[in-house]
């Protein structure tokens, strides 16, 4: 079988990621080092487990529909209502945060053009 493998480098570590495989992974002191070991313990995984395939019946006669990334974790149980309301909290802090960073960096686009303004004048008078 084969698999995808994540490889980072942090602080000179390598670190390879197999997500597929409940994220399983290995670090080593070089790239190919971290594979090696990602490689051995994806081996010693799948021999201490079982691995099956399922069927599922789609429903018929139903369109496809596009379901949000909101209504697939309220789905899947874990994010409740009681979460909601943190959401909407953090969500409205990001919007603040951008508006100030975009009130910030109009008023030095303003303090720029003043400051151009002053030397040229500046520059005109001698």
Partial sequence: MTYSVI??????????IIPALANLSAE?????????????????YL????????DLDTPTGQPLRKTSPQAWI???GIWGEEDQEALQEYNAE????????????????????????EAMEQTQLV
């Fill in 7 to 16: 490889i980072e480098r942090k602080n000179g570590i390598y670190r390879a």
């Fill in 28 to 44: 080593g002191d070089s790239r190919d080092n971290a594979i090696d070991k990602v490689r051995q313990a994806a081996k010693l």
């Fill in 47 to 54: 021999s201490e487990v079982e691995m099956t395939t399922i």
């Fill in 74 to 76: 309220e789905a899947a």
């Fill in 94 to 117: 990001i919007v603040a945060l951008k508006q100030r960073q975009r009130e910030a960096a109009e008023r030095e686009a303003d303090e720029a053009e003043q400051a151009e303004k």
